[in-house]
């Protein structure tokens, strides 16, 4: 399907250039293309970046150019080890067609097309089509397939009887078969985008881009199943992936020397072909009122589509002066049938035939914005801009006439409320040059939020953050950038729209917050071939006014970059980076009838250590004939959590008591080391040979999943499953080694699709 889809967006792409090739005018003078050529170069679109890759090197109207080889592993990893491994990618041993590139230009030399490939045959495969003519049109194809593996070593006694739809043997398997269950291969989900881009310049003022994408997306991904509530049983499953999403995007500007319009309308259709997902029910073969329902069953995301209009003016006035105005409308569909309202067979409650069946669901936003600049005099300049966004939900069906809940009781009926947001943005920021090489920057900024008081706390927030900065550009071999904001953002009264929540605990998005950030950043280079970059940041949320919840949220990075050319011959560079996040929180222990017990508070200290390191070293042994080099990378994270009982918790049962005492939770780490060695060697002009060593390391250590199986029972009605799935450590090394033909035209790079 995927591929029936590929070729009929290019049966289309390849008709818009043949139309468009038959029209274009070659008695148009060769002189007035070239003229056009620098304008018009915007014209392609950024989000398709094919590289101008123009033949010029080889001689001729048609180049070629290919890079095919072969990977083998020094030691196979288990197909359990290859999750992490292959998250993003597709790594299989064997024959490998890496790049593909071919191009053709006409004598004429106004239009030139081009294929190229990479990884073909392979899941992270990437295929693309232009086609252009500068100053007249460009016509762009993209397939670009991008795999997700979530696990490799998932395991499960579930059957899927058919898509979503998982069963289990009659009578329920029992705890030690479920932990003998076997392995269910990669649980992975893989997206094909295909994309066809299309521009048009009739002439210098009119530009004109239409785009559609098409992404399909197939496979799996684990999710949770609930049986009766959160204090019963649960499983995971698979969630079931075939899914579509359509995008269309059309625009059309105009552009002077003094005024520029342009106009876009996007449609967007999200098509799920699996509506919900059901599964057994573990311990429940017979479904009884109260006892609960054999199987459980759970909606996933219903289809919707979304129009979107875009309007975007610009005027430049005297004293260098340049307004942008902008509004966009979009409107939201949704009307999916609901699933059943409960999967018990057990009950037959009337009321359930009066359920609404569908939502109806319709929502609307609105965003507009204003933005100036101008540059009265040499050393000022001045910018402001205001930004007015909203949400609003329009839905038809606000009423169930009952609710059912857990599968296993029924409810009186429930309404829908609506959760109407409101934001408004203003930034305005003045530059002094103050001598040559050195500028000061003042700015503020302001952001208000408007919520629906019925569904959240605090009505109204208003936050305010003026900063500084000072910039030093001007030496040619150095560059410092420094920039300091403190911001605070207030609201009005903190109320509970729950008796169940805590009344002295405040959600962070909500809360009163005291900001403060500083950053350095530097560039210097001393001399010719060295340069060395660094930047220190630094920043501090405090939430003044909470007695609960998040406290304190401080972070810090620190890192530096060197790259050195020792002769022409070699050069080699190195960088460091280290950041922090720690995080404090207040929490309360609540149960029966302790639900505000001061002594049952505890404080949590969230540490998150990341450093990263790399290096690289390129050396040409013989001028354009042999090249050795490699590149080596390291990535180390480490989370703790403290935790701290401010008093002793007493006042409750022993049990309570004992529930209410905080433990700090153990160490979680992971660490990734890949390394590159290459050797090139370069026979002709034309053809070279590679060979490569890769090795990557990776190690995690998190007690959440490790020695997970994958059921627990907890008592005779309670057991959790699990799909026991984890990244599992490894140590990959292989080698790859390929021959190139045309090798300085191979430099391919992945599609920003």
Same mark, same amino acid.
């Given at each position: 399907?995927?591929?029936?889809?590929f070729?009929?967006?290019?049966?289309?792409?390849?008709?818009?250039?043949?139309?468009?090739?038959?029209r274009e005018?070659?008695?148009?003078?060769?002189?007035a293309?070239?003229?056009?050529?620098?304008?018009?170069?915007?014209?392609?679109?950024?989000?398709?970046a /094919?590289?101008?890759?123009?033949?010029?090197?080889?001689?001729g109207?048609?180049?070629?150019?290919?890079?095919?080889?072969?990977?083998?592993?020094?030691?196979?990893?288990?197909?359990?080890?290859?999750?992490?491994?292959?998250?993003?990618?597709?790594?299989?041993s064997?024959m490998?067609?890496?790049?593909?590139?071919?191009g053709?230009?006409?004598?004429?030399?106004?239009?030139?097309? &081009?294929l190229?490939?990479?990884?073909?045959?392979?899941?992270? &495969?990437?295929?693309?089509?232009?086609?252009?003519?500068?100053?007249?049109?460009?016509v762009?194809l993209?397939?670009?397939?991008?795999?997700?593996?979530?696990?490799?070593?998932?395991?499960s006694?579930?059957?899927e009887?058919?898509?979503?739809?998982?069963?289990?043997?009659?009578?329920?398997p029992?705890?030690?078969?479920?932990?003998?269950?076997?392995?269910?291969?990669p !649980?992975?989900?893989?997206?094909d985008?295909v994309?066809?881009?299309?521009?048009?310049?009739p002439?210098e003022?009119?530009?004109?881009?239409?785009?559609?994408?098409?992404?399909?997306?197939?496979?799996?991904?684990?999710?949770?199943?609930?049986?009766?509530?959160?204090?019963?049983?649960?499983?995971?499953?698979?969630?079931?992936?075939?899914?579509?999403?359509?995008?269309?995007k059309v625009s059309?500007?105009?552009?002077?020397?003094?005024?520029?319009?342009?106009?876009t309308?996007?449609?967007s259709?999200f098509?799920n072909?699996i509506?919900?997902?059901?599964?057994?029910?573990?311990?429940?073969t017979?479904s009884?009122?109260?006892?609960?329902?054999?199987?459980?069953?759970?909606?996933?995301?219903?289809?919707?589509l979304?129009?979107?209009?875009?309007?975007v003016?610009?005027?430049?006035?005297?004293?260098?002066?340049r307004?942008?105005?902008?509004?966009?409308?979009?409107?939201?569909?949704?009307?999916d049938?609901?699933i059943?309202?409960t999967?018990?067979?057990? !009950?037959?409650d009337?009321? !359930?035939?009066?359920?609404?069946?569908?939502?109806?669901?319709s929502?609307?936003?609105?965003?507009?914005?204003?933005?100036?600049?101008?540059r009265?005099?040499?050393?000022?300049?001045?910018?402001?801009?205001f930004?007015?966004y909203s949400?609003?939900?329009?839905?038809t069906t606000? /009423?169930?006439p009952? !609710?059912?809940?857990?599968?296993?009781?029924?409810?009186?009926?429930?309404?829908?409320?609506?959760?109407?947001?409101?934001?408004?943005?203003?930034?305005?920021?003045?530059?002094?040059?103050?001598?040559?090489?050195?500028?000061?920057?003042?700015?503020?900024?302001w952001?208000?939020?408007?919520?629906?008081?019925l569904?959240?706390?605090?009505?109204?927030? *208003?936050?305010?953050?003026?900063r500084?900065?000072?910039?030093?550009t001007g /030496? &040619?071999?150095v560059?410092?950038?420094?920039?300091?904001?403190?911001g605070?953002?207030?609201?009005?009264?903190?109320?509970?729209?729950?008796?169940?929540?805590?009344?002295?605990?405040?959600?962070?998005?909500e809360?009163?917050?005291?900001?403060?950030?500083?950053?350095?950043?530097?560039?210097a280079?001393?001399?010719?071939?060295?340069?060395i970059?660094?930047?220190w940041?630094?920043?501090?949320?405090l939430y003044?006014?909470?007695?609960?919840?998040?406290?304190?949220?401080?972070?810090?990075?620190a =890192?530096?970059?060197?790259?050195?050319?020792?002769?022409?011959?070699v050069?080699?560079?190195?960088?460091?980076?280290r950041?922090?996040?720690?995080?404090?929180?207040?929490?309360?222990?609540?149960?029966g009838?302790?639900l505000?017990?001061?002594?049952?508070?505890?404080? =949590?200290?969230?540490?998150?250590?990341?450093?990263?390191a790399s290096?690289?070293?390129?050396?040409?042994?013989?001028p354009?004939?042999?090249?050795?080099?490699?590149?080596?990378?390291?990535?180390?994270?480490?989370y703790a959590?403290?935790?701290? *009982?401010? /008093?002793?918790?007493?006042?409750?049962?022993a049990?309570?008591?004992?529930?209410?005492t905080?433990?700090d939770l153990?160490?979680?780490?992971?660490?990734?080391?890949?390394?590159?060695v290459?050797?090139?060697?370069?026979?002709?002009?034309?053809?070279a040979?590679?060979?490569?060593?890769?090795?990557?390391?990776?190690?995690?250590n998190?007690?959440?999943?490790?020695?997970?199986?994958p059921?627990?029972?907890?008592?005779?009605?309670?057991?959790?499953?699990?799909?026991?799935?984890n990244?599992q450590?490894?140590?990959?090394?292989?080698f790859?080694?390929?021959?190139?033909?045309?090798?300085?035209?191979l430099?391919?790079?992945?599609?920003?699709?």
């Amino acid at each position: 399907m995927r591929s029936r889809a590929f070729y009929t967006v290019l049966y289309c792409g390849v008709g818009s250039v043949t139309a468009m090739s038959s029209r274009e005018g070659l008695a148009q003078a060769k002189a007035a293309v070239t003229a056009k050529t620098t304008a018009d170069t915007s014209t392609a679109h950024a989000a398709v970046a /094919i590289p101008d890759t123009v033949p010029e090197t080889v001689p001729g109207p048609v180049t070629a150019a290919a890079e095919i080889g072969v990977r083998a592993f020094s030691g196979a990893l288990t197909p359990q080890q290859l999750g992490k491994f292959e998250e993003y990618r597709d790594l299989r041993s064997g024959m490998l067609l890496q790049q593909l590139l071919l191009g053709y230009a006409p004598a004429d030399g106004f239009r030139w097309y &081009q294929l190229t490939a990479s990884n073909i045959g392979l899941l992270d &495969q990437t295929v693309a089509l232009r086609a252009k003519q500068p100053g007249l049109f460009d016509v762009q194809l993209h397939w670009d397939r991008i795999p997700h593996t979530f696990s490799t070593d998932g395991r499960s006694l579930l059957t899927e009887a058919s898509p979503g739809v998982y069963t289990l043997p009659v009578p329920r398997p029992d705890t030690a078969a479920f932990n003998r269950a076997p392995f269910i291969g990669p !649980i992975r989900s893989v997206w094909d985008p295909v994309k066809l881009a299309v521009a048009v310049t009739p002439s210098e003022a009119w530009d004109f881009k239409a785009e559609y994408t098409r992404i399909g997306k197939s496979g799996d991904r684990p999710m949770g199943q609930a049986f009766g509530g959160s204090n019963n049983h649960a499983s995971e499953i698979l969630e079931p992936i075939d899914q579509t999403v359509d995008n269309l995007k059309v625009s059309q500007s105009y552009a002077e020397q003094r005024f520029q319009l342009v106009a876009t309308y996007d449609l967007s259709v999200f098509q799920n072909n699996i509506k919900s997902v059901a599964s057994d029910n573990p311990l429940v073969t017979t479904s009884t009122a109260t006892g609960g329902s054999s199987q459980a069953r759970t909606s996933l995301a219903p289809s919707n589509l979304a129009h979107t209009a875009i309007v975007v003016g610009g005027l430049n006035l005297p004293l260098r002066t340049r307004i942008t105005g902008s509004a966009a409308l979009s409107w939201w569909r949704q009307n999916d049938a609901f699933i059943p309202a409960t999967s018990n067979t057990a !009950i037959t409650d009337p009321r !359930i035939a009066q359920e609404p069946k569908s939502l109806g669901g319709s929502a609307t936003t609105d965003n507009m914005s204003a933005s100036i600049s101008s540059r009265p005099l040499s050393f000022l300049t001045f910018a402001g801009r205001f930004r007015s966004y909203s949400f609003a939900d329009h839905a038809t069906t606000s /009423i169930v006439p009952l !609710i059912v809940l857990n599968d296993r009781s029924v409810a009186p009926a429930d309404t829908a409320r609506r959760d109407p947001f409101s934001r408004r943005n203003a930034d305005f920021s003045g530059t002094w040059q103050l001598i040559e090489p050195v500028s000061l920057t003042a700015g503020y900024a302001w952001e208000q939020i408007q919520r629906d008081s019925l569904v959240r706390n605090v009505v109204r927030t *208003n936050e305010r953050t003026p900063r500084m900065s000072l910039d030093f550009t001007g /030496i &040619q071999w150095v560059t410092l950038r420094a920039s300091y904001s403190k911001g605070w953002r207030r609201g009005g009264a903190y109320t509970q729209t729950a008796t169940s929540e805590n009344p002295n605990a405040q959600r962070f998005d909500e809360a009163d917050r005291n900001l403060e950030r500083t950053d350095i950043m530097a560039s210097a280079t001393p001399i010719d071939p060295l340069t060395i970059s660094g930047t220190w940041q630094v920043g501090h949320d405090l939430y003044p006014h909470s007695l609960y919840g998040v406290l304190s949220d401080r972070s810090a990075a620190a =890192g530096a970059d060197v790259s050195y050319t020792l002769t022409n011959r070699v050069s080699a560079g190195a960088g460091l980076m280290r950041e922090t996040f720690v995080d404090v929180m207040r929490v309360q222990y609540r149960t029966g009838v302790q639900l505000n017990n001061p002594t049952y508070s505890w404080v =949590g200290n969230n540490t998150d250590l990341v450093t990263s390191a790399s290096a690289d070293l390129k050396v040409t042994v013989i001028p354009d004939r042999l090249e050795a080099g490699g590149t080596y990378e390291m990535s180390r994270a480490r989370y703790a959590m403290a935790t701290t *009982n401010p /008093i002793v918790p007493i006042g409750g049962t022993a049990a309570q008591n004992t529930s209410a005492t905080a433990f700090d939770l153990p160490q979680v780490t992971q660490n990734l080391q890949p390394i590159d060695v290459y050797v090139r060697y370069q026979f002709t002009r034309d053809w070279a040979f590679t060979a490569r060593y890769h090795g990557e390391l990776y190690t995690q250590n998190d007690y959440k999943t490790l020695g997970l199986n994958p059921a627990t029972a907890t008592s005779a009605t309670n057991m959790y499953l699990f799909l026991a799935n984890n990244y599992q450590n490894y140590d990959a090394r292989y080698f790859t080694i390929s021959f190139s033909y045309h090798p300085q035209l191979l430099r391919i790079g992945r599609s920003t699709i």
